[in-house]
């Protein structure tokens, strides 16, 4: 899951030179990269703000975001499924598991749960455990039943999981003799006679390795899924080769002696590290009694429909040897329609009649080739001169007559805010030195300042912006700041405490920038900490980005109460630094600056649509759906407010059509469903899967305690004929219907226009509901309502296409990449719209029509939020039924 490499000859003058190759660098990969994808981790920017501290509590079921009828363990960091296999009526939940912490880490394992239903699980001691010298990956598992590997008997055959190892190689750094983890990923197998319960590794390990072929990248070679090919005879295993964006295929008879047979890729979605492949047949619906086709699902990260991490497939053919997409999209294809602007002709944006400030005055399309996809000879890229320049160009204004716009998109992932378009709350300073001014830049210590110093920060100067050869540091107020790059250099460690304060307001606002490595981690951390009586409460931590932000602490219930700010700095590795500045006692939350590397869509001076890169520098195509502005004047603006890594933008050929241009065929358009995979060993050759409900954006940062991830509810999955196209259909397995509380709330008949109450239905609860399209332009439901918080559920009319807006949805201030508004096209036929929607605790699962359109995300709401209603826009809607039920938790009988 790496983000993608900058072109080389650029790379380094993206960076803060405070980026040490690799050392303790923790990134949201399950790769621990190589130098050079380090060094693009460390330039990726993820604005991540506070998130409550993870104190040693037991776990309740009962925490404030705790999901009541999804799988979670009970503590710790999951991120993919694994090994999913059913035997005996039990069904096999494996999951990437970290045992010793809250974050990703290099103590991944393989956890386990069961269920006799997939609706209630039961939690099981690790299965197969990292060591000091690897790291268990994502990989799959089989019920051998003609013991073809000869690891049980015939009457008692074995369970056989096939699993990614990740092992280390230790060096040295030798310019500071720090620790240099390096890895090397291969395909081991393990075996179980008793139902799964104990594992026992081959002894032949590895089964593939990635040296004995010279064609793969041995960092990035993973995930392996295997299954039993019956026409062949033989076990086949697809595998990752991540970084190339290929699926490898392999034969084996045994399970312990694989034979290479082809590759598929790269197609489609490209625009991220390919990963967790899945293969297997299915009978089409709705096409001649017999059809069955191939689907092949690729999960990628980044470059997802929303952003970030996510999973797309492939319907084809597979012969034992070789898999055959019917199709795959050609992106250096343009879509039909009218062209507006290829940035051709021309060296400046005036050149093109756009309006130009900042660094783009005087700048304009470029031609020299680093990055990849664009069209023609010329593109836009913000890069001007380095990735610290900023500025807008605005194009000349257009009528929209034209359902999308298309247009090829790259650079940094720094997606709109639009919470950067209120004005700032006023605050006062929280305590004596919270605005971290001295009296005499340059000689002043923190502690002259009334902060209390340890380990290297004692007796270090206040900073008063970059220290050596650092990077620019922007946007503190006034003339000093805490900056923990002290002597130059990320080794030195140490602590600073804030005078001891009273809780005077709601909220503490304050400035932060630096390195990305939230506390209390895996004792590496980068981060401001909030005490209270002593207690650590709360924590933030940077963005790899030398530009500080605004972030802030909620206090309301400490109101009165004595408290202490504490900065940490305990990472002597890559980013292993933090800045810091402004402590504000305030009535509201701060706003955060816009950071953004994005194309708008303006419309009345407003933000309508908006586009951002994947921390690429290749171009993919974007399509915004906006029929909803049909003959509104509208401004195309290219913006660049990021002066950190990735701080810069690419866009070519934009296009005016009536269609939208594919990338890819996606599985989920929501932010939070990836590493989906199925199980093997169902009865009547079932096929269901589960997902992880995360995205790789923000995975180490959302607001839980003290787990962090959940799985998606488990699916159904099948293949529909759909307008001639075979396409894949997702459905909640039946099972779920026990959670059903009671008889079901029902309604039909008018919605007005505005908002319609109803009843309270807690905090879990499940909808199925169909529509009939009146005069109103979008309608739908609110839920999770409370004070200033709404998630949006709903259908725009002029789109034809289903929308969940969670910008409101709670509390989105963890990272910038969060508030968000997805869309899944979804045609009406005979103006019906037909919804069923999964709520839970802290997540929305949304599926339109037969299941062909599905929307995942996850929201973190105040526990109190607990209001439902309808609404409408633009006029009503029609309500052809209604059905809500209360959902039962799967935890301890409640």
Known sequence: MNPSIAPLGRLTSRLSVSLHPVLKLRTKSKTLPSLSSAAAI?????LTAPYPAHAQVPPTYLEPYRPQFHFTPAEHWMNDPNGLVSYQGEHHLFYQYNPFGDVWGFDISWGHAVSTDMVHWQELPVAIPA??????????????????????????????????????IDSVDPNNGSFIPQATQAQNIAF????????????GNPVINPHSDPSVVPTEFRDPKVFWHAPT??????????????????????????????DFGPANGVNGAWECPDLFELPVEGAPRGTKKWVLIVSINPGGAAGGSAGQYFVGNFDGTRFTADSTIDP?????????????????????????????????PVG???????????YVDTFFGGDPSEGTAQSPTFKINSKYINLLVGGG??????????????????FSGADVEPPAPGSTTYQQLGWTATGDLVNQPVATGAIGGQQAVTRFQGTGLINTFANASDQPQGTLASPVFTISKPFINFLIGGGNHPYPGNNDATAVVLRVNGQVVNSATGQENETLNWASFDVSQYIGQQAQIEIVDQNPGGWGHINVDQFLAADSAAVPLSTETAVNLLVGGKVVKSATGQNSGHLVWNAWNVAEFAGQDAQIEIVDKNNGGWGHFLVDDIYFSNVPKGQANWIDHGRDFYAVSSWSNLPDNKRRWIAWMNNWDYANVIPTVPWRSAQTIPRDVGLTLLDGKVQLKQTPIP??????????????????????ALPNMGKAFEIVAEFQVSTASEFGFKVRTGPGEETLVGYSVPAGEIFLDRTKSGDVSFSNLFPSRETVPLPAPNGRVKLRIFVDWSSVEIFGGNGTASLTDQIFPNPASEGLALFAKGGNARLVSLQIWPLRSIWNGQ
Do not use: C
């Open 42 to 46: 460390a330039a990726a920017v993820f």
């Open 368 to 378: 020299w080739g680093g990055p990849t996809g664009y069209l023609g000879s010329q």
């Open 131 to 168: 060591t000091d010298t690897v790291a268990i990956f994502s990989g799959s598992a089989v019920v051998d039943t003609n013991n073809t590997s000869g690891f049980g008997t015939p009457t008692n055959p074995p369970l056989v999981a096939i699993y990614t190892t990740q092992y280390r």
């Open 413 to 430: 992932n720094h997606p709109h805010d639009p919470r950067t378009e209120a004005p700032q709350p006023a605050g006062v300073l929280a």
């Open 233 to 262: 005879q033989r076990w086949v295993m697809a595998l990752a080769l991540s970084r190339q964006r290929q699926i490898r295929f392999y034969a084996s008879t045994d399970l312990k002696n694989w034979t290479y047979l082809s």
């Open 332 to 364: 250096s294809t343009p879509p039909p329609g009218v062209l507006f602007q290829n940035f051709e002709g021309t060296s400046t944006f005036s050149g093109l009649a756009w309006t130009a400030t900042g660094a783009f005055v005087d700048q304009g």
């Open 735 to 756: 099972e779920l219907l026990q959670l059903r509380q009671g008889s079901a709330y029902r309604r039909t008949g008018s919605i007005p226009a505005g908002t319609t």
């Open 192 to 203: 179980s006679t008793d139902n799964g319960r104990t594992w026992t590794p081959y002894a």
